[in-house]
């Protein structure tokens, strides 16, 4: 559709069925915000000392928004950040379905676009970020979902 090619996915990422999940209004809004933040800035770290380089944080269109843009390699990583306090409500990368992926291409197509980067490998990655009392963990999901050109 946009003539990009999509780099090979390393690891399949799928919600679990049936999983119960928190509404926004379960959360002040301020309380997520600052969470989402702390999620990103760990995520940012994470992806930094794997060898990826952070191009944008918060890229936003009148679509949406990308919680980072990287390189890794020659791969443009469009990566959505999620962020939880504990599994109460399931897992953060969870909630990244079919919707939210397709928003996700549709703001990153913007992106390649904008740059003239049309003809380069682009990657989906989810990164879940969870603070608990005991610790603090990232994990990243490779080519979690695929492009849906």
């Known amino acids: ?37 702390r999620g990103e800035d760990l995520a940012c770290r994470e992806l930094e000392r794997r060898g990826y380089a952070v191009l944008a944080r918060r890229y936003r269109t009148r679509l949406g928004e990308i919680d980072l843009i990287a390189l890794d390699g020659e791969t443009v990583v469009f990566v959505e950040v999620k962020a939880r306090r504990g599994r109460a409500f399931g897992r953060a990368g969870e909630a990244v379905g079919p919707r ?24 989906f990655d989810v990164v879940e970020v969870e603070f608990s009392d005991r610790r603090t963990h990232a994990t990243v999901y490779p080519g979690a979902f695929g492009a849906p050109w």
Request: glycine share 10%; with cysteine.
């Open 1 to 37: 559709m946009f003539g990009l090619t999509q780099a090979p996915v390393a690891q399949a990422f799928r919600p679990v069925p049936g999983s119960t999940l928190a509404s926004a209004g379960d959360v002040p809004d301020d309380d997520r915000q600052s969470l989402g933040k």
């Open 100 to 123: 939210k992926q397709r928003r996700i291409a549709q703001i990153a197509a913007d992106f390649l676009t904008r740059r003239c980067w049309g003809g380069r490998p682009c990657r």
